[in-house]
């Protein structure tokens, strides 16, 4: 059983920071990728960022030079540091990870409003 809690998520101004953090527990051997997405309302689900074990990254187009996503693999944690929030930026954020390359898990979502 792996299980994945999520928070920093709040209300900020638009141009105002904040960090995600996503703790995994449980029966954990190798995570392999970690990551952060998003979904707005009447929207898909996007990937926001992911990182490997390695530290190699991928941003969405959308947050690049805004976002920044790290990771301990000591503590199984992710984060994920945003800068320069827009409105758009709004969304509930999920965090997600591979374990073994085979299992995917997502965490229960952290709601992140940006107003203008």
């Known amino acids: 059983q792996v299980q994945l809690v999520e928070s920093g998520g709040g209300l900020v101004q638009a141009g105002g920071s904040l960090r995600l953090s996503c703790e995994a527990s449980g029966t954990i051997f190798s995570i392999n990728v970690m990551g952060w997405y998003r979904q707005a309302p009447g929207k898909q689900r996007e990937l926001v960022a992911s990182?490997?074990?390695?530290?190699?990254?991928n941003y969405a187009d959308s947050v690049k030079g805004r976002a920044t996503i790290s990771r301990d693999n000591a503590k199984n944690t992710v984060y994920l540091q945003m800068n320069s929030l827009k409105p758009e930026d709004t969304a509930v954020y999920y965090c997600?990870?591979?374990?073994?390359?085979?299992?995917?898990?997502w965490g229960q979502g952290t709601q992140v409003t940006v107003s203008s």
């Open positions: 997600n990870i591979l374990l073994n390359n085979r299992y995917a898990y």
């Open positions: 990182i490997t074990r390695g530290g190699s990254t």
